[in-house]
């Protein structure tokens, strides 16, 4: 099963989170007191914990504490691997292609993003309002309007499959 146009929630999260931790390096910053360990830093303390092992008549060490000039090269391959996983994902998956836009007539799409919006999570809502917002351009109607009139439709359509 690929990517289908029902993932551009995940898609753009997963976008946000790679960004984030690799791009962006919050991977490797302190989290600050009270805040728990970053992954690299728990990845790190597993390594160093790592005891040596005799493996062909030869002890080693599954751990040695690599340069700056290493963790730098490091840090800029992991960069590199995620930037080009963006772009492979943002070829394999157009979020602007037209029938995405069409998300906005997902009756399942429209439920779970009135059960997220209530648990204080707008973004699949959002994303609705915005692909709609994107149709009715296309069609050359009143965006506001016509946006606000499906989000109603969509509700009204909602609580009748709930009294069902």
Not at 38 to 61: D, G, M, R, S
Not at 151 to 160: I, N, S, T
Request: aromatic content about 10%.
């Amino acid at each position: 099963m690929g990517i289908t146009v029902s993932h551009t929630g995940q898609v753009n999260d997963w976008r946000r989170r790679m960004n984030a931790l690799f791009a962006d390096g919050q991977i490797f910053m302190d989290p600050g007191a009270g805040q728990g360990k970053t992954p690299f830093h728990i990845i790190w303390e597993q390594a160093e914990c790592a005891k040596p092992i005799f493996y062909n008549n030869k002890v080693l060490h599954l751990f040695s504490r690599p340069s700056k000039e290493t963790l730098r090269s490091v840090a800029a391959s992991i960069q590199q691997v995620v930037q080009l996983a963006i772009e492979r994902v943002d070829v394999e998956f157009d979020i602007n292609r037209p029938e995405v836009t069409f998300t906005a007539f997902d009756l399942g799409r429209w439920a779970h993003a009135v059960e997220e919006n209530h648990q204080g999570r707008p973004d699949s809502r959002e994303l609705l309002l915005g692909h709609a917002k994107k149709l009715f351009r296309h069609w050359q109607l009143s965006g506001s309007q016509g946006v606000q009139e499906l989000e109603a439709w969509a509700l009204v359509l909602l609580a009748d499959e709930r009294e069902r």
